[in-house]
């Protein structure tokens, strides 16, 4: 099946603790992306990925890292997590960087950083 | 910067009426305008794409406007159903952020 992939589903931690939130595709994909989606602001990008090996900064990236070292793989890393960053995230990807391309969502991560 | 609106308002119908939404786009002519629906919890869910210039697109109960003068975009499920209840939200790919844009989403309550 066809699917974006990400894990842990729920994560409960403290600040400060570094923590690193999986995302695969099996969908041979070329972009990849992650969101945070917060009440009343809703989906906001972190990070983007062209390829392998080519991320660039999304229009909320304070406090997160990316890596593509793969292509059906894109972690979120937070170094330092801290309560601002407790949010619902999602990665996403589609077949090539395009405007006319469907995004596919993985099922979501909730994060909450006391 | 660019900005793409929903009413974030709920939006509760009855079965068998035809509900339609709205997307208002400003700072930005995009050539293409995407539908999602999302259910609580959930990731989005890809439902239609309409080019510019289409004015006009359908899938099943579902259709499409794109008004590049009013640039706003509405959406409309006709025949709704209590399953048909969920946030849809609109976005854009913006191609010089290479980011896609979306709006806050609107909720759509359909009762039986």
């Known amino acids: 099946e066809a699917q974006v992939t990400q894990n842990p589903r729920y994560l409960i931690t403290v600040t400060g603790k570094k923590l690193t939130v999986t995302c695969s595709q099996n969908?041979?994909?070329?972009?990849m992306s992650w969101y945070r989606q917060d009440p009343g602001l809703g989906l906001r990008q972190i990070y983007y990925?062209?390829?392998?090996?080519?991320?660039d900064k999304g229009d909320v990236p304070e406090g997160y890292k990316v890596s593509r070292k793969e292509k059906r793989n894109f972690p979120l890393i937070l170094e330092s997590p801290s309560p601002n960053q407790t949010s619902l995230y999602f990665c996403?990807?589609?077949?090539?960087?395009?405007?006319?391309?469907?995004?596919?969502f993985g099922p979501g991560t909730r994060l909450t950083v006391l | 910067s660019q900005k793409i609106e929903q009413n974030s308002e709920a939006l509760n119908i009855q079965e068998g009426k035809t509900a339609t939404l709205t997307c208002n786009y400003t700072n930005y002519s995009p050539a293409y305008l995407q539908w999602y629906r999302q259910d609580p919890g959930r990731g989005p869910v890809f439902l239609l794409l309409?080019?510019?210039?289409?004015k006009e697109k359908r899938k099943e109960r579902l259709k499409v406007t794109f008004d590049t003068t009013l640039k706003q975009s509405l959406f409309h499920i006709t025949a709704s159903q209590p399953a048909d209840s969920a946030t849809y939200l609109c976005?854009?790919?913006?191609?010089?952020?290479?980011?896609?844009?979306f709006g806050s989403g609107t909720r759509l309550q359909v009762q039986p």
């Open positions: 990925s062209m390829n392998v090996e080519v991320t």
């Open positions: 976005a854009f790919m913006d191609t010089g952020r290479r980011a896609l844009t």
């Open positions: 996403a990807s589609s077949f090539v960087y395009s405007p006319y391309n469907e995004q596919f």
């Open positions: 969908m041979n994909h070329e972009y």
């Open positions: 309409i080019r510019e210039n289409e």
